[in-house]
């Protein structure tokens, strides 16, 4: 039994990483070799860790735009999204979206706007309410709630905050599509700054 297969079966990995190991089987096998003894603790060296990296920002969407930007919200949005709808061919890309953390991300996700949806609610009931997302990213929380509930009240309203003008851009993007960019300022801003 290879080293690999011993990891998986001792710690009862799912699918997901076996569909990665084999991948890095045949693409990479010091990578790895890399990752399982990283996953064990064992000393690696610079050299196969500067490998790795590579690999991975040459292998991977999320790695790459993890690397070009570490706060990016791009990783999120693209785990709020339907794995199927993304059509992301990397078996690295398929393990991130398929992966127990990014399940429970766009599981949060969902969480977070029905929380939402209560806490506007409750705080209707005294007048009008401003949502103030910050760091928000583009918001899709709040542009979500407000399009499935809110889209022609005019006694709710988002303030969206957050230093990365991109991520503002896609959440205006969004929230016209949506339909609710009359809602929601948008606002290029560090928090220290506020």
């Known amino acids: 039994m290879k080293d690999s297969e011993k990891i998986v079966k001792k710690f009862e990995f799912d699918e997901n990483i076996i569909q990665l190991f084999k991948f890095l089987e045949k693409e990479s096998p010091e990578i790895k070799h890399f990752l399982i003894k990283s996953y064990k603790g064992l000393p690696v060296s610079p050299k196969i860790m500067e490998k790795f990296y590579n690999f991975f920002i040459s ?9 070009a930007n570490p706060s990016t919200s791009v990783i999120t949005e693209l785990l709020y999204e339907e794995a199927e709808k993304l059509n992301l061919p990397s078996p690295i890309d398929q393990y991130f979206l398929k992966s127990k953390a990014g399940k429970s991300l766009k599981t949060r996700l969902e969480v977070i706007k029905k929380e939402l949806f209560k806490m506007i609610e409750e705080y209707r009931k005294k007048g009008e309410v401003l949502i103030g997302n910050l760091g928000s990213g583009p918001g899709r929380d709040v542009i979500d709630v407000l399009a499935s509930h809110y889209r022609d009240v005019s006694d709710v309203r988002a303030l969206h905050i957050d230093k990365d003008k991109f991520a503002l851009e896609r959440g205006k993007r969004l929230a016209k599509i949506k339909g609710v960019d009359h809602l929601i300022d948008f606002v290029e801003r560090k928090l220290f700054e506020i």
Do not use: D, E, G, L
């Not at 292998?59 to 690397?67: E, G, M, N, P």
């Open 59 to 67: 292998h991977s969407v999320f790695s790459a735009a993890t690397v």
